[in-house]
């Protein structure tokens, strides 16, 4: 009996295997590269069954003269070449992907580390980077070695305070960066049907922190209804009997809020024993924390209220953007004292929008606080969105109430 | 594949960003990306590695996909690295941009002279023979071309 990842690629652990991918995308900065690539490969046509995407959301828009005019080749080819483009604005290539593109059982391989974030939907993606992407364009294959699977056993609900981001925490925490290298995380358990799709990207998200190859849930009803909403139809997919290398497990009435401390994913600490630490910025927002269901979730802490320190909110998407600004969300968030970037990745990558300056620490509800990543001599620590949201109005790290 | 240089000692869990930090990423320059590779780590070291043998800690490579992380590495003149683990996605660009890796577990003393034999799965630590793992035929093809963009350019 196969684990997920098995059965989509079709071969046993530890096999290599060359594999046709359904969909390949790359986003400004890694595609620049991989454009310079493919010109060097001498190639000139690209694949004819894979579906290929460019979008501008790392560094968008372009902070300067050199980044714009590497942008400006990178768009034309894109457009020239009839890969499906997204340009600044339209939001973060996983939130995008996630919105009605990838469907169960698809082989996916993104230019960035945090493609993995689209296993929530029953497919194998993962990150690759740039070169590997222009040999897709240029082949429409790629070559992949089977990953074993760790369990992520998921039970019970979430009680307190705690969200999705607190238990992604909480097993990165666990399995350490490199707990999971070269295998694939698999989130089971009873646990998992009451996840919303918003919820299991931010698990999946957090794979590759533990060094995962890819993060994936099994697409069951509510899968199959979020993908319909959008036009979609898609199958569940029926959990085998497997083996896998571990198999942790979380019951989610356990979790407490949780902060990541600089600089590094795995060292966690309840969230109460920061209490009190001074902030200088607090960043809602990325692929792991910017979709609508996260700024509906600040909207409702910070409404009515003053944020205590700066405060930025990048929604990952367009669309998302468009939902807040319909529902009063944003208007609430703004109200409050919040300030809006962006649709994209905004300055989790220290590119801009929010660098940080020597000394400063930010609560960030990104996925990495590694040294100087924001900014050289500044400090990051990791939260849930109600962590982030609770810490700005004190300016300080500050616990969540439950909802 | 051969190769030999001067072990430089490194520790475990370098990230990328560490490799080569966001702040260098506007640029194609390559000669930007040798020249502050590490620099997080130690603004130094950089002009230490021109036929060295970086020999490192588990996870080397981990975060983010950023190839500039294995070119930068490269370009600074790093023969190959050797660590006990790689995370998955540099191990992939190295390859790719033609950097030797070598997963093993070794003492490091810096300056230790050593030679290595990708084909064969050996290295040699200032004269002592260690087995290594050896990477799949199609790595070692990629390799020996010079890079993923070279073994495409002779395939095609």
Sequence with gaps: MSTLSERILNAPANEYVDRKVDRAFACDGTGMLALEAWKNMGASHLADETEFSIFFDHIAPANNTTTATLQHELREFAKSSFMNFSDVGCGICHQLMGEGAVLPGEIVIGADSHSVTLGAFGAFATGVGATDMAAIWLTGETWLRVPESIAIHIEGRFTGAAEAKDLALAYVGELGTDGATYQALEFVGEGVKDLSIDERMVLSNLSVEAGAKAGLFYADDVTVRYLRERGQNAKPQIPETCTYTREPEFDLSDIVPLVAVPHRVDTVKPVDDLAGLPLDQVFVGTCTNGRYSDLARLARIVKGKKVAVRTIVVPASASVLTQAIKTGVLADIVEAGCTVGTPGCGPCLGAHMGVLGEEEVCLSTANRNFKNRMGVGGEIYLSSVATAAASALEGEITAPEVA | ?156
Excluded at chain 2, 51 to 79: D, L
Excluded at chain 2, 91 to 113: K, S, Y
Aim: hydrophobic share 45%; aromatic share 8%; net charge positive.
């Design chain 2, 1 to 156: 594949m051969l190769g030999e240089g001067r072990a430089v000692c490194l520790p475990a869990d370098i990230d990328t960003d560490i490799v080569i930090a966001g702040r260098y990423l506007r640029t194609k320059d390559r000669s930007i990306w040798a020249s502050h590779v590490f620099e997080d780590l130690d603004p130094a070291l950089a002009h230490r590695l021109k036929g060295a043998v970086i020999v490192a800690g588990k996870n080397f490579g981990c975060g983010s996909s950023r190839e500039q992380a294995a070119i930068a590495i490269r370009e600074a003149g790093v023969v190959a690295v050797i660590a006990p683990t790689f995370a998955r996605i540099f191990f992939r660009n190295a390859i790719n941009v033609g950097l030797p890796l070598i997963e093993a577990d070794l003492p490091c003393n810096d300056g230790n002279i050593i030679k290595f034999n990708l084909a064969q799965g050996f290295v040699e630590v200032s004269g002592k023979r260690h087995k290594v793992r050896t990477l799949s035929p199609r790595m070692q093809e990629i390799l020996s071309a010079g890079g993923l963009v070279d073994y495409w350019r002779k395939h095609r």
